[in-house]
């Protein structure tokens, strides 16, 4: 479907960045599935494109190139739009490296998007929501703790501190801010792995394997409910139950 049409579209409407792969892409497609009119953003025009290509074209999804750390550009999508009412903020990067090999450009790179790229999501989009809009964050596992991506673990846990803050400061304008938290999941992050990694990731969850994309999904499109709006400042796990312990005997 062409933007032009979707504008006239009277059903709500979601932004899902980092929706051309992964975790953003099930994400969109689910959203969409639920109703909405959902715009896709992402970096790789690779990604969009694969994304365009495989979509069910009844569905009113629309893909837009913009660097989530783009502040202007993210403004121009959204000052395009007549209303928003959810925003997903899902686009991330992922790097293993041992704490000693980090570097600061590693670091701050890790944090540009992981952290600041939430922060302008949800922040260029709170300015444009009505009361009753909903920001679900996609921080991780991770933000509990893990080895080999510190840099990546610190920006998680910002992620989900982010979170519980602007439910806060966001509470005056009735604009619910959830995150979910997903454990190891097949993604294009997932993939970059050395089959050795992925092996070792996989033995660690409680299923042996890593979740479907479609599972994450499903937790956003429940948070994404404007029937769920009066959950705010939650973060819901979907890790097989990793986060909550191991089986001792
Ligand atoms: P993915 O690589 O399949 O998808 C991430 C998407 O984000 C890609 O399409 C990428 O192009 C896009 N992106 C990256 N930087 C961007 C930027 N600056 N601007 C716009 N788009 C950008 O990986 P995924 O696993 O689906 O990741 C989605 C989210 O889920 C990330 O925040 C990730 O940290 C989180 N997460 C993933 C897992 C997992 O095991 N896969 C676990 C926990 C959390």
Redesign the pocket.
């Known amino acids: 479907m062409t933007r032009e049409i979707l504008k006239n579209d009277s059903r709500e409407t979601a932004v899902v960045?980092?929706?051309?792969?992964?975790?953003?892409?099930a994400t969109a497609i689910r959203l969409a599935q639920d109703g909405f009119r959902v715009l896709v953003?992402?970096?790789?025009a690779k990604?969009l494109a694969g994304m365009k290509a495989g979509l069910d074209g009844a569905l009113a999804i629309t893909c837009h190139e913009?660097?989530?750390?783009d502040r202007l550009a993210m403004c121009r999508l959204l000052d395009d739009e007549a209303r928003l009412d959810v925003m997903v903020c899902?686009?991330?990067?992922?790097q293993m490296l041992p704490f000693d090999a980090i570097t600061d450009q590693d670091f701050r790179a890790m944090l540009e998007?992981?952290l600041l790229?939430v922060f302008i999501g949800a922040q260029e989009a709170s300015r444009r929501m009505k009361a009753g809009g909903r920001i679900v964050t996609?921080?991780?596992?991770?933000a509990i703790g893990g080895g080999g991506f510190a840099h990546?673990v610190a920006a998680?846990a910002g992620v989900v501190g982010l979170t519980r803050a602007m439910a806060i400061d966001l509470r005056g304008k009735s604009i619910a801010v959830n995150s979910v938290?997903?454990?190891?999941?097949?993604?294009?992050?997932?993939r970059a792995l050395t089959p050795e990694q992925h092996a070792k990731f996989s033995a660690l969850e409680p299923s042996g394997h890593?979740a479907d994309?479609a599972e994450?999904a499903n937790a956003v499109s429940f948070l994404a409910s404007p029937k769920t709006s009066f959950i705010t400042g939650q973060t819901l796990f979907v890790d097989g139950g990793k986060s909550v312990g191991s089986l001792l005997l």
């Open positions: 960045t980092g929706g051309g792969s992964g975790i953003g892409r953003v992402d970096r790789d990604a913009v660097d989530v750390c899902a686009a991330g990067i992922g998007v992981n790229g996609i921080s991780s596992r991770a990546y998680k938290a997903p454990g190891f999941t097949e993604t294009g992050i997932t890593p994309p994450i």
